[in-house]
Nanobody, 119 residues
Framework: QVQLVESGGGLVQAGGSLRLSCAAS????????MSWFRQAPGKGREFLAAIMWNSVITNYADSVKGRFTISRDNTKNTVYLQLNNLQPEDTAVYYCAAKSQLAGRYDDWGQGTQVTVSS
């Protein structure tokens, strides 16, 4: 059973940074796409960034390009999301998700970690 556990959220002032972690377990993730999403109060879930488990290919939403960076450490089975220059509108619950490269949707999700940015 796949398990994704996020950590690293918290309260930060505008302009600050956080690094989120997603510890993945339960299967081999070769050929998987690992992604980060967020959901702000009253809004839908928003895609932020994705990375292939066994390549350097990454993809970002235009809204976070240049501020957020996704990376992974295969030795630790962990995916990271570096959040820089955070703004109050970045306040949301941030989720890690995984899917097979061939799959059409994400079937595996973490429980989320709260990021709150104060002005």
């Amino acid at each position: 059973q796949v398990q994704l556990v996020e950590s690293g959220g918290g309260l930060v002032q505008a302009g600050g940074s956080l690094r989120l972690s997603c510890a993945a377990s339960g299967r081999a993730f070769t050929g998987y796409v690992m992604s980060w999403f967020r959901q702000a109060p009253g809004k839908g879930r928003e895609f932020l960034a994705a990375i292939m488990w066994n390549s350097v290919i990454t993809n970002y939403a235009d809204s976070v390009k240049g501020r957020f960076t996704i990376s992974r450490d295969n030795t630790k089975n962990t995916v990271y999301l570096q959040l820089n220059n955070l703004q109050p509108e970045d306040t949301a619950v941030y989720y890690c998700a995984a899917k097979s490269q061939l799959a059409g949707r994400y079937d595996d999700w973490g429980q989320g970690t709260q990021v709150t940015v104060s002005s």
